[in-house]
């Protein structure tokens, strides 16, 4: 949550910190500001809402921030998820200290702040915000009567409890921003004469592609031709330059008018990249060492972790490695997992799906799992994300950048990962006849083909998805319906639904229906029901008529050539065949578009739902 941005080197600042900022607007969008160093002077601008405004703002006040003698080549942006304090001018970052010296940009929580703010408030420091950021600027300053910047912002963060990074600056300290991380992400940007600092890449990718993470628990100070990492303590620590093969492309729309439509068209090509060497042998799967497989020999069971969209993923998982591979599997949501004191340890394998690698439960359950002796595989999109060194694996999901704040392609590379992960332990595990591996393996490269023809017939505006918004936009209940993998693309569906239109939704498993959710049936509910082919269409098609009993309206996700299901629902959408249990890759495709259409109609913002953020990185 919150999205930091700093800069040093030689290019004027304000519009770099403004661009930086706009591919970070993802991670919070409740207001947003900057501020710029020159000449030992340092301006700020603050806006509420979302960023246009503080553009708008510091066009505005243009001789505030820009007409100084020479331009800034120094400064710090940041954009707000609100946690501590309400959404308003005063509360938006950069915080300053009482001198207005230090300013400072903060992603996360500050935890012991309200006794730090009282210590502080007792020396004389004066507040400004009702935010826990703030101490951070006071603190700094405070340390700054012993040591220069760097060794001030040290010495504050060994007084800092919680999870956050933050990125510091000081009015004396033209070519100098000093930052620290405790768990939220941190990330440097290397350029020739230039540093960049921020909460992700895509701030900086514009500018270069090379990067040093900021590892937990490290400081960093960035000067436009060094870069020093240090501990805690003061030790240096040296770290490599990785350069990522990202491009700015895929942080642009290319040509969609959302995000998330892109996307969704994307999942053809992110699937493809995430199954492709990975499958290339006809009878099983190869991970190629990208993780020691005695991970999965020797597991006795498996545990998975995960929140929202990714929890759902978990849930497919759970289905194919209990039905190919035979094994125990558990799946739970990790900001419950985490306080639920889990019996885990050695032979449990737990794996962690998380698209961002930044989930604060998603970590604290993995860590949790790891500390009682459990071997924990992380399935993130993000490399060199946190997750990736809080395990003793990691499976990446390959779907390439993705910036909506509703995950779509993420999910169904998540997806595909499970069913890799469960074809390769029923082959260790000697559970799947070879025919029926290999015809699993041949099937699930057939996706990105199928999944391409998919979303073009449901795509534009002549789409089904399109007349089902034009029928139901307005209505004011869906409830979504699925049994064993149509459950969780039921739940998907419905989370869609909620994200991006603001309709209450609810999901469920068909067969539990009829223990309280029907009670919410009446003439004019519409009830979307995950029906493709599956060893219990039979039970689904008994719900569907339950459904049709009460006059609510069924619309079906049916797979081609079931001719049957169209005299159980008021409307069918096919999708092509598959095996049964990767049907969820297909299945959730109508959902998502119909999510959106619906979102569309109401002219919402779709990329950007209200309270949400891409990376939830406090718990
Ligand atoms: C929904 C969505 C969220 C995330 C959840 C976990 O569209 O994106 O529910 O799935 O916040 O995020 P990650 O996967 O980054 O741990």
Redesign the pocket.
Known sequence: MCGIVGYVGQRPVQNLLLHGLQQLEYRGYDSAGVSVLSDGDIRSVRAVGKLQNLVDAVEERQPAVATIERPATTGIGHTRWATHGRVNEENAHPHFDTADSVHVVVNGIVENYLALKNRLQDMGAEFTSETDAEVIAHLIAHHLATGDLVEAVRLAYNDLEGHFSFVAMHKDEPELLVGARLECPLIVGVGDGERFLASAVPAFLEHTNRVQFVENGELVAIRPDSTTFMLPDGTPVEREETQLDWDQETAQKGGFETFMLKEIHEQPDAIAETIADRTVRETGVDFGGEFDEDILRNAKRIVIV?????YHAGLIGRYAMTEWARMPVAVDIASEYRYSNPVVGPGDVVIG????G??AD?LAAMRLAQEQGATVLAVTNIMGSQATRDSDGVVYTRAGLEVG???TKTFICQVAVMYLLALRLAELRGTLEPERLASLVGQLKQLPSTLSELIERLDGAEGQSTGIADKHGRDNFFLFLGRHVGLPVALEGA??LK?ISYIPSDAYAAGEMKHGPIALLDEKTPVIVCATDSPVLDKVVSNMQEVRARGAHVIAVATEGNLDIGEHAEEVIRVPKTDWMLQPILAIVPLQMIAYAIARSRGLDIDQPRNLA???TVE
């Open positions: 995960a929140c929202g969209t990714s799906i998380t698209q961002s930044e989930t998603t704040v509703a995950a989370l869609k994200e891409k990376t939830v």
